[in-house]
């Protein structure tokens, strides 16, 4: 087994005293061969973030550190390597890229002096030449004007060409064995599809082997040439990607896959003709406030939402999708006004919202309804969970008792124990807190829900009995929904309608199915190109 | 546009935009010492012993302060604006000269307490967070607590029994030796020798916050994805240290002693009065019970224009460390 570039035999990595579970990782083994890659695949808490940093030998010890089994990176034992060794390997041997572009780059220093480093602690390079290769390596990832980029600060960058960067800078000295830790999760859908083209290309240059994690199948489906699949820390199978994607073994491999949203749209429901809800040229600008007493340049200001237009029927479910900075989600919070749109009509029913202030709007918030993005940060952490849910309808005149025992109700509508009900947000997981954001807003007997990328904070399967949840009281309920969501995926499985936005405009509207099969204007074709494990879709559809 | 000129415009924008803030302040304050009873001529009067009524109204007369508030301060204003801040009858002076004259004692301790508190706040942060839950953590967080809970006019006055009474290291008041007629370095020595004991202690309390601060805000950037990065580059913990985390940390800091600066003025009465200081804290304090409305006037209006200064210098220095700022 010589020609391996890494074999991990037994490994177990102990968590602190007091945590869920004893151990992060147990008894894994994985190799790795020249030019391969292999995808490690999970959910979150399943171990394959340590298990990178363990060989990397970036464990945050001592809480958590190796107790047992080998890394063995070209012979050599990393368990048992100096650090000034590891610190050695790290950078020219072993590099990494993560998930956050823009956190994991230092944002006082240049692009230039942060690539520079590398070669400073690796390669007897003069500065000039340092410089030199630093612009090359940007040129390699095709960032425009790399003499320039070499002198930028992070911010000044996009996120894929910040993620670019870090890829200059993780393959600055030919690594062996390349680590990219769910590079793409924070990027758009068509930036990702570069970056995953531009890690393949650059692995056929420097034939290093790529360990590749990430939760997302569709990936998995392009890049990986084996794949493990972990779970609580154990492996629960490993093998080709055809074999794991195709014939998976596992339970848990089967039930992940089977979560995984397919790209083809369900059937079309039929549909009433009734508009609840209409918005006629909507129009939201940021900034471009003037600075004290007039003085100066006016500043800059960001065309958020321009003149959209769009109607939504009753129990239908209208998918609005686009990328990071589309105008999605100011478009949202203006049509149940949490924004104040700057012109047009919002028509609820035959009231025209955008003009009612505070008070005049207060009654009619009963009847539109969002669900928010972050299970995490939209519930207040001080409040109790019967609270939360039950405080809506108290405000709209309902009394306590009866406005908490349909708090208990929409508990169990939503799927959770009534024991809920004195319980404080930080007690559930995600998905959980999810679905008490789900109750909130359902408290009110709405007639619209407004769900901004309900999933998008959720693991594959706890995504998949959200969605399954919101279909469920949407048919029970008789809701109108806007969903908002990034992933084209979950649009073809949840949506009738779609309305496509690009730089604030709506570019392209109409049923899912047609959407998907012809798409008209380019935006959505490129949209719908990018959409990772495609060829692995058509394959289980056909 | 390049960055130089850009800072440059952005900083000719800040100052003009100070001068109506200066002038409201100088309305504001105005107003606000009305407020308080009683007036110069009370004072001088209080203290010649016997003085009719008739006399009283003469002095208020020649002081201008029998006609109405507005027409007082309109005439105020205009003297301001032609740098004139009048004269103070209590010292027999002009406002701008008296105010100058004791405006350097106060900067040299200002500045000298605001190197002293920000510079060994950021290296005993450092140091501590350096040293992280060992002993010497320990001995820096104990001693910040120790002076951050501590009186300011207390420390002053211990210091003085210890190192001025019991050992004969350093004066006990003033600002130099005038009896000496000292030129040059000398004089230079001779002040320096006098600013030890007031400028510990006004920076304590603040090195105690400087410290606790940067020993925060440096574990805060530890945790950081970008020291990961750093490291899965090989780089050194020292450079981590040193050059990725310390940059980012101090921004908290500067933000912080640029909005303190301020509030020195305010502390530094209490060491002005303990060591006989002859500074603007000290001026001020008098001429408030003495009613010397004019001179405290004068003092507040430098004050302001100071805080105003420093508020620019802290937004500038700023651009220089966090590039995300931009001056605009």
């Not at chain 2, 440096?218 to 050194?236: H, N, W």
Request: glycine fraction near 8%; aromatic fraction near 6%.
């Amino acid at each position: 087994m010589t020609d391996k570039l890494l074999q991990i035999s037994n490994l177990d990595i102990v968590l602190p005293e007091g945590s869920e579970r004893d151990l992060a990782v147990k008894d894994l083994n994985i190799d790795l061969s020249p030019g391969e890659t292999l995808c490690i695949v999970g959910e979150s808490g399943s171990g394959k973030s340590l298990t990178a940093r363990a060989l990397m030998g970036l464990l945050p010890a001592p809480h958590v550190r190796v107790e047992k089994g080998t890394i063995s990176f070209c012979g050599e034992d990393l368990t048992k390597a100096s650090e000034p060794r590891m610190r050695q390997i790290r950078g020219s041997e072993i590099s990494m890229i993560f998930q956050e572009p823009m956190t994991a780059l230092n944002p006082v220093m240049t692009i230039g002096v942060q690539i520079d480093e590398v070669f400073r602690y690796h390669a007897d390079m003069s500065k000039s030449e340092r410089r030199q290769r630093a612009i090359e390596l940007l040129e390699d990832v095709q960032l425009p004007d790399p003499k320039q980029i070499v002198a930028a600060y992070p911010h000044e960058l996009s996120g894929g060409q910040r993620q670019r960067a870090m890829i200059a800078m993780a393959l600055a000295l030919e690594p062996k064995i390349l680590i990219a830790d769910e590079p793409t999760t924070a990027l758009d859908v068509t930036t990702q599809a570069q970056i995953l083209k531009l890690i393949s290309e650059m692995q056929t240059i420097h034939k290093s082997g790529v360990l590749f994690i990430t939760h997302d199948f569709g990936v998995v489906a392009d890049i990986a040439d084996r794949v493990v699949v972990m779970q609580y820390g154990n492996v629960v199978e490993t093998g080709t990607v055809d074999k794991v994607l195709n014939k998976p073994e596992h339970p848990y491999t089967k039930a992940l896959i089977a979560s995984v949203p397919s790209l083809v749209p369900r059937a079309p429901r039929s549909r009433s003709d009734q508009v609840v809800l209409s918005g006629d040229k909507i129009q939201k600008k940021f900034g471009g406030g003037k600075s004290l007493f007039g003085l100066g340049k006016p500043n800059r200001f960001v065309h958020a939402v321009k003149d959209v237009t769009l109607d939504l029927r009753r129990g239908e479910t209208l998918g609005v999708v686009g990328e990071s900075g589309s105008g999605k989600s100011t478009l949202a919070r203006c049509i149940i006004r949490l924004l104040d749109s700057d012109s047009g009509n919002i028509m609820l029913d035959d009231v025209d919202i955008r003009a009612l202030n505070r008070a005049e709007m207060r009654p009619l918030r009963t009847k539109i309804q969002m669900v928010f993005q972050d299970p995490f940060a939209s519930l207040n952490p001080r409040i109790k969970v019967g609270q939360i849910i039950s405080q809506g309808p108290i405000i709209q005149g309902q009394s306590k008792e009866k406005a908490e025992s349909r708090a208990r109700e929409l508990l169990d509508i939503v799927g959770l124990d009534e024991r809920a009900f004195n319980r404080y947000p930080h007690e559930f997981s995600g998905g959980q807190r999810q679905r008490i954001g789900i109750a909130r807003a359902l408290a009110l007997d709405p007639e619209i829900l407004v769900a901004d990328e309900p999933v998008s904070a959720l693991d594959v399967s706890i995504q998949a009995q959200i969605l399954e949840l919101l279909d469920q009281i949407r048919e029970s309920m008789n809701l109108s929904m806007v969903f908002i969501t990034h992933d084209l995926r979950v649009a073809a499985q949840v949506c009738d309608r779609l309305a496509v936005m690009r730089y604030g405009e709506i570019v392209e509207t109409g049923a899912t199915g047609k959407i998907f099969e012809n798409p008209q204007h380019s935006y959505t074709k490129d949209l719908l190109a990018a959409v990772p494990g495609q060829k692995w879709d058509r394959k289980v559809a056909g | 546009m390049n960055r130089s000129s850009k800072i440059l415009r952005y900083v000719s924008r800040r100052l003009i935009q100070g001068i109506p803030i200066i002038l409201a302040i100088v309305v504001l304050n105005f107003f606000l010492l009305n407020l308080a009873e009683g007036d110069a001529v009370d004072v001088l009067a209080g203290e010649a012993g016997s003085a009719t009524p008739e006399y009283m109204e003469e002095m208020r007369k020649k002081f201008g302060l029998d006609k109405p508030l507005p027409v007082q301060l309109a005439v105020y204003l205009k003297n301001v604006i032609q740098l004139d801040l009048g004269y103070s009858f209590r010292h027999d002076m002009q406002v701008t000269e008296l105010i100058i004259d004791r405006f350097w004692p106060t900067l040299i301790l200002m500045v000298s307490t605001i190197l002293l508190a920000v510079g060994f706040g950021i290296l005993l942060g450092l140091f501590a967070a350096i040293n992280l839950n060992t002993w010497k953590d320990s001995v820096v967080s104990v001693f910040a607590l120790i002076t951050y809970a501590t009186p300011l006019f207390w420390v002053g006055l211990m210091m003085i029994i210890l190192f001025s009474i019991k050992n004969d290291w350093f004066p006990t008041s003033g600002m130099e030796n005038s009896a000496m007629f000292y030129e040059g370095f000398e004089r230079v020595k001779d002040i320096a020798h006098h600013l030890v004991l007031p400028t510990i202690t006004l920076s304590l309390f603040y090195l105690a916050l400087y410290t606790r601060m940067m020993r925060a805000s440096m574990l805060e950037q530890y945790g950081q994805d970008y020291v990961i990065t750093a490291r899965a580059k090989g780089v050194s913990e020292r450079r981590i240290t040193f050059v990725h985390v310390l940059r980012n940390a101090l921004l908290p800091v500067v933000t912080m002693a640029g909005v303190q600066v301020g509030a020195l003025i305010g502390g530094s009465v209490i060491v002005e009065s303990v060591f006989a200081w002859p500074g603007l804290g000290m001026l001020a304090f008098e001429s408030l019970f003495a009613r010397d409305l004019n001179l405290l006037l004068g003092i507040f209006l430098l004050s302001s224009a100071l805080v105003v200064a420093v508020n620019l210098v802290v937004d500038v220095v700023y651009c220089f460390l966090d590039p995300r700022i931009e001056v605009n």
